[in-house]
């Protein structure tokens, strides 16, 4: 469905807008990739990677707080990938005016955009975060998935909004992966842990990619789509990279949690296994398409709840030094190239 089709990114100079561009042009034939972001610098960058003489690319600067701005812009998409975001847990506590006209506001503002301009589909990133937040990101991520799904409502057929929600992207900016590696290049044997305890539900960019093409060739309209990812120890992440490393525990960050929940007991009332993922469907309307879509499949047990600490899959000591090692390799690739 995306070849010979025009497809927008928000916040598309992010490791997750570059991974993304870069699978679009490997894999199919976009007419047309359009990377929407405020950084002109991260713009010039990406060009180098990507020079619109030799690929099908637009580079077009703007805010998602912006609506004029996103109505010029989504006159030439068809489908749109919302991946903008303020993300930094502790600036957003302390500028939450900020976190609510990017997350909030913006959300609101895709939403009027795509629905009279008239895009296909738009699908929006999530995180693990606004389920049960305790944070501001969490709470604005919540509201502005509220505002995708409650966009169908009024859109009718025209566009179909739906959310991708997942956890903590291996090696992503601000993962403890690059954290820990640099202590241990510091020499350093004391590892800081918040708690013994935390876990994590871990998730590739590649993974996080694949995830976001399924929502957009399966969505119907207003689901929530959730990997079946593993989760990690962060202990056993520190071992992996230094197994002489000792710890100091610091204790629970503001906003932190022990372990992340990506279905909650709530949600899973509403929640179908949808072959690799697990898919949450609209609590406050129902479309006859969307029932019509997923009646087949099964719906999660009574009780369930999606959560870092009670998975059924995990990744071992062993797997996880793959990862770093593989980390490392594309980090070196990236400095050198």
Not at 92 to 119: C, H, Q, R, S
């Amino acid at each position: 469905m995306i070849n010979n089709e025009r497809v927008l990114i928000t916040g598309g100079t992010g490791s997750f807008g570059k991974k993304f561009t870069d699978v679009l042009f490997k894999k199919y034939k976009p007419k047309k990739v359009i990377i929407l972001s405020r950084d002109e610098y991260k713009q010039y960058q990406m060009a180098k990677s990507f020079p619109p003489t030799k690929y099908p690319i637009r580079y077009f600067l703007g805010d998602i707080r912006d609506k004029n701005r996103l109505y010029r812009a989504f006159e030439e998409a068809d489908y749109v990938i919302h991946a903008a975001a303020l993300k930094q847990v502790p600036a957003l506590e302390y500028n939450p005016g900020e976190a609510v006209k990017t997350n909030i506001e913006g959300a609101a503002n895709i939403v009027d955009a795509a629905i009279d301009v008239g895009v296909k589909k738009v699908i929006a990133l999530s995180t693990d975060k606004a389920v049960n937040p305790i944070n501001l990101y969490g709470a604005t991520k919540l509201v502005a998935e509220k505002i995708f799904i409650a966009a169908n409502a009024y859109a009718g057929a025209r566009v179909k909004f739906s959310v991708v929600r997942y956890g903590n992207v291996i090696g992503s900016r601000g993962s403890v992966i690059p954290f820990f590696l640099n202590l241990k290049k510091q020499g350093i044997k004391e590892f800081p842990l918040t708690d013994e305890r935390m876990t994590r539900f871990w998730i590739t960019l590649e993974q996080g990619i694949d995830l976001v093409l399924k929502a957009l060739g399966d969505s119907m309209g207003g689901e929530i789509f959730i990997p079946r990812i593993p989760s990690m120890r962060i202990v056993d992440l520190a071992k992996a990279i230094d197994p002489l490393c000792e710890f100091k525990t610091v204790g629970i960050r503001a906003g932190e949690k022990i372990h992340e929940t990506l279905v909650s007991e709530d949600e899973a009332r509403k929640a179908k296994i949808f072959n690799d993922a697990y898919i949450i469907l609209p609590q406050f309307f129902e479309t006859k398409a969307v029932n019509e879509k997923y009646e087949k499949y099964s719906s999660v047990p009574e009780g369930f709840v999606y959560r870092s600490d009670n998975n059924d899959q995990w990744i071992s000591v062993d797997q996880l030094r793959r990862i770093v090692k593989d980390y490392e390799c594309d980090s070196l690739c990236a400095s050198m190239a």
